[in-house]
C-alpha cells in the first residue's frame, strides 16, 4: 500500500523493556483515553517493571518497528493461545503495525500447532481484533486496582 511505512517485526529483546513499557503507558494514556475516564487510565497505565521483565522473557514477544524506531509489541502464551498484549504507539496508530504483528503471531501459532487464538480486548482494540476476524465471545467486567473495566472475551479459528 502506498504511504505506509515498512514495519519490521523481530523478536523481543531484554533491552527493548523499557521502550516497551513506555509505549504501553502511552498507548494506555493517550489512545485508550478515549474510551475510559482518567481514573481508569491511571490503573491501567500502571507498570511494574519487574513483573513486566518477567511476562516478556516468559512467552514469545514481538517488536514492530517503522524506521529502526519501537512502533508496537504483542505476545503469545504458546500453550493457550492466549494474545494478553497488543499495544501500538499512538504515533503509529492505522499504520498496519499491529496487523503485522498478528500476521507474526499467527505464523508461530501455526507453526506450534495452535487451532484457536484468544484475547482479552479493551473496548478500544475491539475494533481491530474484529476487523481481524475475531469473534467476541463474552463481554465482561474485570476489576483493576479497584476500578471496573469491560473486557470482551474474543476468540479467532485459525485457517490451518
Known sequence: MPGLPLIEVRPYRASDLDGVIDLFQRAVRETASADY???????WSQADRDEWELA????PTWVGLVDGELAGFADLEKKS???DMMF????????SVATSLLARIEAEAEE??????HTYSSVTGRPFFEYCGFTMLLARAVVVR???FV???MEK????
Open 112 to 117: 506450534v500447532g495452535l487451532t484457536t487464538l
Open 81 to 83: 493461545g492466549l494474545i
Open 37 to 43: 475516564n482518567e481514573a481508569q487510565i491511571a490503573a
Open 88 to 95: 501500538v504507539d499512538p504515533k503509529h496508530q492505522r499504520k
Open 56 to 59: 516478556r522473557v516468559s512467552r
Open 146 to 148: 479497584q476500578q471496573r
Open 151 to 153: 473486557q470482551f472475551v
Open 157 to 160: 479459528v485459525l485457517d490451518l
